[in-house]
C-alpha cells in the first residue's frame, strides 16, 4: 500500500448482491454470498494447482483491497473470474455463514494431518480459532481431542464444544498429562492454535512417534524464531507442517461442513456491533474477552 493510501480492513465477508455489472451472469440481485478474500493471479504455477492462497501475485480483501468493514463492498471481476464468490446455503445465516473464512483456514491445516479415528489430537490454544479446530477434530472422529489453555473460561467453553480432556499448562504438567492421557504414547496431532513461540517449542515433545504437528499460528515479527532439538523429530519419525489461509476449493467444502450443522458455530461469535461502533469492537478485541467479535453493517 502506497505511503497515505488508506485501506478498508475486513476479510471475514458475507454479504447480499445489490449491484452487479452488465456482464455478471453467474449471480442475481438478493443472493446472499461469502467471499474468499484470497485472489490468485490464476496463471502461475501455484495458482494452477489450485493454490491460490500461495500465489506470489495474489491480491486480498482488506489487505490490499478495500474489505468488508464498509456497508459496501465492491468485488472486482477478477475475483469473479476466480471462483471466490460463493452463494451461502439456505439453512446458514449471515453470521454462521461469516465464520467459513477462518473455518476454512482449519479444513486446510485438517487436510495436511489427515486426523482419523486412531487419532489423539491436542489443540493449543482454545480462542475461537482453537475451538474451530476441536469442532473439525470431532467431525472427523478423532479417538480423543484434549485442548490447553490459560484460560479457565476458555476452557470450559471448550468444553461445551465437546473437549475430551481440557488442561490448564499454568496449573499442571501439561506434558505428564498429555502423555498419561494418550496411554504413554503422546499425541498423534498437535496444532498449535495461538502465536507463542515457546508452544511450538514444546510441540515436538508432547508428539507420539508418527505424530504430526501443524504450527497454524503465525508468530508475531521479532519473535518467529523458536529453538528445538532436531534429534527428537528424527528419531520419533515426526512430520511438522503449517498452512496458511485457505483455497477455493477448501473454502467450498469447509462451508458445505458448517451447512450440516453439527455444531453451534454461531454460539462462537460472542458479540456484534455495528459499523459505527467498530471502534468498541476492536477494544473488545483487545481486551481478550469474548471469542469471535462481528460487525454488522
Known amino acids: 500500500m502506497k505511503e497515505g493510501e488508506h485501506r478498508i480492513l475486513g476479510h471475514e465477508v458475507v ?15 438478493g443472493d446472499r454470498v461469502a467471499v474468499a478474500p484470497n485472489i490468485g493471479c490464476g496463471h502461475c504455477y501455484l495458482c494452477a494447482a489450485g493454490y491460490n492462497n500461495l ?8 489487505i ?31 453470521l454462521e455463514a461469516s465464520i467459513n473464512e477462518p473455518f476454512s483456514c482449519v479444513y486446510n491445516a485438517y487436510e495436511s494431518l489427515k486426523t482419523s479415528p ?25 479417538k480423543k481431542v484434549m ?5 479457565d473460561d476458555r476452557l470450559k467453553i471448550a468444553k461445551k ?15 505428564e498429562e498429555v502423555f498419561i492421557n494418550t496411554g504413554g504414547k503422546g499425541a498423534d496431532v498437535i496444532i498449535t492454535a495461538c502465536s507463542v513461540p515457546s508452544v511450538q517449542e514444546e510441540a515436538l ?40 489461509g485457505s483455497t477455493i476449493s477448501q473454502f467450498i467444502k469447509s ?29 473488545k478485541v483487545i481486551s481478550g474477552k469474548g471469542l469471535k467479535i462481528s460487525i454488522v453493517p
Open 15 to 29: 454479504g447480499e448482491v445489490v449491484k452487479k455489472g452488465k456482464n455478471i451472469s453467474t449471480l442475481n440481485l
Open 205 to 244: 515433545n508432547l508428539a507420539a512417534k508418527l505424530g504430526r504437528i501443524n504450527f497454524f499460528g503465525g508468530l508475531p515479527e521479532g519473535k518467529d524464531s523458536i529453538m528445538f532439538k532436531s534429534n527428537i523429530v528424527h528419531y520419533r519419525q515426526l512430520k511438522i507442517t503449517a498452512t496458511t
Open 118 to 142: 486412531i487419532d489423539n489430537v491436542l489443540i493449543a490454544g482454545a480462542g475461537a480459532i482453537g475451538l474451530l479446530h476441536l469442532i473439525l477434530s470431532k467431525i472427523a472422529g478423532a
Open 147 to 151: 485442548v490447553s489453555d490459560i484460560s
Open 55 to 62: 500465489c506470489n501475485d495474489y491480491e486480498a480483501f482488506g
Open 64 to 94: 490490499n483491497l478495500d474489505g468488508g468493514f464498509a456497508e459496501y463492498m465492491k468485488v472486482t471481476d477478477k475475483a469473479i473470474i476466480g471462483g471466490n464468490l460463493m452463494i451461502i446455503p439456505e439453512n446458514l445465516s449471515f
Open 255 to 283: 462451508m458445505e461442513i458448517l451447512s450440516n450443522k453439527e455444531f453451534d458455530i454461531q454460539g462462537l461469535i460472542t458479540h456484534t456491533f455495528g459499523l459505527e461502533e467498530i471502534k468498541d469492537a476492536f477494544e
Open 161 to 175: 464444544y465437546r473437549a475430551d480432556i481440557t488442561l490448564n499448562p499454568s496449573k499442571v504438567n501439561l506434558k
